[in-house]
């Protein structure tokens, strides 16, 4: 006996507009693509050359974040990995919630908390105070 699967209605392209769908692919794929090579060079960088991974410590850090260079390379890796990471869970979240409701509530906290959790990176990331140990802005316990 077969089982006949109910299709999707088409959507239509909005005249004159750009599929949403489309722009998240792209940048998929594109955010993959810079992403494996920050990654990859964040590795090999802290984890092979060197002293190795036994050479992270505060002082390291410090020194990295010292360099608006390394705060931009971690920033753009923060950034780029929580979107790419979010834009996952959000075609997840579309792909097994049936319900409205849950998707709308799981939507929205996926969007918030990638929102906040971007937003306390990048402040730690540019308030670092090497001198004190800890975030100008949020404060913290000095090492």
Do not use: C
Request: glycine share 12%; net charge positive; charged share 15%.
């Amino acid at each position: 006996m077969a089982v006949a699967e109910r299709a999707r209605p088409a959507t239509k392209r909005p005249p004159g507009g750009s599929d949403i769908n489309l722009w998240t692919w792209f940048f998929m794929r594109i955010s993959g693509i810079v992403l494996l090579f920050l990654v990859l060079g964040h590795f090999t960088i802290v984890h092979l050359m060197g002293g190795g991974i036994n050479r992270v410590n505060f002082a390291f850090v410090s020194g990295r974040w010292s360099s608006p260079f390394w705060q931009t390379w971690d920033w753009t890796m923060l950034f780029l990995g929580m979107l790419h990471g979010a834009n996952g869970m959000k075609v997840i979240i579309d792909d097994y919630v049936r319900r409205p409701g849950a998707r709308v509530a799981l939507k929205s906290t996926l969007y918030v908390m990638t929102f906040v959790l971007i937003l306390l990176g990048t402040l730690i990331i540019l308030t670092f105070d090497p001198t004190k140990g800890r975030s100008a802005v949020l404060g913290g316990i000095a090492g």
